[in-house]
């Protein structure tokens, strides 16, 4: 099997979780752009993880080898929402037990960022306030 024909399998699997793929580079990091469901101010977390659910599910099945995903979601071409990255280790590690499927999603939604510049982390602690 040709690297052109293990992408396009990954790109079937994310399809037919409901993945609205654009563009999908294989290799080491795959890169996916894909266009959300979910056009608001920031990226759906459930779409993130329908995505990461494919490639989870094909590397159990001994049909994709994990290696770091970098997604860029789109609201329409060239309008970017925001892009999170999930490391080939914590696919490795979830697979084998070692981390929980809630540390790995805590794991990629750190690394979420927004088209507006602030990340998961700096948004969540902005809404904290210092209570002036």
Known sequence: MTDD?????VESALRSYGINVERIDGG?????T?????PGREVHHG???????ALIDRAEA?????VTVDGTVIRSPGDVLGTW???AEWFDALIAYEISETEFSTRVLETLTHADGDDEHE?????QG???
Do not use: H, K
């Not at 894909?34 to 979910?38: C, D, K």
């Not at 779409?47 to 659910?53: F, S, T, V």
């Not at 948004?123 to 809404?127: N, Y």
């Open 85 to 87: 990255r999930a490391e």
């Open 5 to 9: 024909d293990r992408t396009d399998d």
């Open 130 to 132: 210092d209570g002036q």
């Open 34 to 38: 894909y266009m959300t469901a979910f």
């Open 28 to 32: 080491d990091p795959l890169v996916l």
């Open 62 to 66: 001994d049909a994709w080898d994990p």
């Open 123 to 127: 948004s969540a602690e902005a809404g």
């Open 47 to 53: 779409e993130i993880g329908r995505a990461l659910n």
